[in-house]
């Protein structure tokens, strides 16, 4: 077969951005490989869903066969060493061994050293030594921001040449016209954010995305009279016991409000109804929430950590990701209704230059059919 995608990550009830990301593409890359090419999804449980509509020529192949951890290394591998395809993508995992000699990996960054607290002692290893593999035996290797490029040319002494970048994009959903009135009151509604305007963070709740210096921050704000409230999108991760210390220690518990996970249809509302969305992340590869919130044509402001600027451009207040101060005040300043509708215009612009359509043909322009097809 010319080209297999291991599809495992995206077939999972509860998506966030890595899942989402490997969906997108897939469902991207439908519409747009050459309907003569033979496509097969590998994956460790049937596809569900969306993912399941396949086009002619195109499969799914479920491995179920033990063990259920290291799914890549051991069930694709054995898999590689019997059924050969041409070509390999490896959006979200590790590439297997036996891999084929046209196989692209795509890494999203290295948190595992950035953050190693992050992560167990064995996760810092196997990511490392995903990545050296990768380096060594990969076809191509793809980065979702030129940041993410960056850091594995300095660190892991890449070669330029040998990195193409692909920037991400956003769901559709996060479409402000798309999203009628009488949607978002229901929203409201359901998660009891009836009445006082909000500001919104969504994310993991843990200590990469500095959720604990958030409410610090909206304490400061709410001292100096503001009337807002803050709404916490998103599961815990590492380090949620410095954000649960601080929301238990914050005299303004009854205006912070968690909803843990909530479905991409209720998430694209509660974007569009909010004051403006606030991501002070410690570390980002790229930050899909920051143009969900443009789409929804929501007000952001945001970290300089990581690729965000290269996300933003010049449509965010962007600041320091420990600046206490600075974000208070433009907390303050972006209510501001003549600045909160210039920064709605320019989200809305600049959320236009990303589309996961984008996304998937520079993805399929760096794979073996992509290259023979020309495309």
């Not at 999108?233 to 220690?249: H, L, M, N, R």
């Not at 479905?263 to 410690?282: E, H, I, N, V, W």
């Not at 449509?315 to 209704?337: C, E, R, S, T, Y």
Request: aromatic share 12%.
């Amino acid at each position: 077969m010319p080209l297999a995608i291991d599809v495992s990550r995206a077939n999972r009830g509860q998506r966030t951005g890595v899942e989402w990301f490997v969906f997108f593409v897939t469902d991207g890359l439908k519409k747009i490989v050459p309907p003569e090419t033979e496509v097969v999804l590998y994956s460790e449980t049937p596809l569900a869903g969306d993912l399941s509509k396949l086009p002619p020529r195109w499969r799914s192949r479920v491995l179920r066969w033990p063990p259920k951890k290291f799914w890549t290394v051991c069930r694709l591998s054995w898999e590689m060493l019997w059924h050969k395809p041409e070509a390999l993508l490896i959006p979200a995992h590790v590439p297997p061994f036996f891999a084929p000699p046209r196989t692209i990996m795509v890494i999203h960054d290295i948190g595992h050293l950035r953050f190693p607290a992050a992560y167990s002692w064995f996760e810092r290893w196997y990511a490392d030594w995903t990545i050296k593999r990768a380096k060594k035996n990969a076809w191509q290797i793809i980065a979702i921001s030129e940041f993410t490029k960056k850091e594995l040319m300095e660190v892991y002494g890449f070669y330029a040449e040998k990195i193409a970048v692909v920037p991400l994009a956003a769901d559709q959903k996060f479409n402000r016209p798309k999203i009628l009135l009488e949607k978002i009151a229901a929203v409201k509604k359901r998660y009891g954010l009836d009445g006082a305007p909000y500001f919104l963070y969504v994310g993991r709740l843990e200590k990469k995305k500095n959720t604990a210096f958030l409410i610090r921050a909206f304490d400061e704000f709410k001292k100096m009279g503001g009337a807002l409230r803050l709404v916490l999108v998103g599961k815990p991760g590492f380090g949620y016991e410095e954000t649960v210390v601080a929301i238990d220690a914050s005299p303004n518990q009854k205006d912070i409000i968690e909803l843990g996970y909530v479905q991409a249809d209720d998430l694209a509302a509660l974007y569009a109804a909010a004051a403006a969305f606030l991501f002070p992340s410690l570390y980002e590869g790229f930050g899909i929430p920051v143009l969900e919130a443009f789409g929804s044509g929501t007000p952001v402001i945001a970290s300089t950590s990581g690729a965000i600027p290269e996300v933003t451009g010049n449509a965010a207040i962007l600041l320091p990701p420990d600046d206490l101060l600075a974000w208070v005040g433009a907390m303050q300043k972006i209510l501001d209704p003549s600045l909160a509708t210039a920064l709605r215009e320019k989200g809305r612009e600049r959320a236009a230059a990303f589309s996961w359509e984008k996304t998937a043909r520079g993805i399929l322009a760096e794979t073996y059919v992509g290259r023979i097809h020309n495309l």
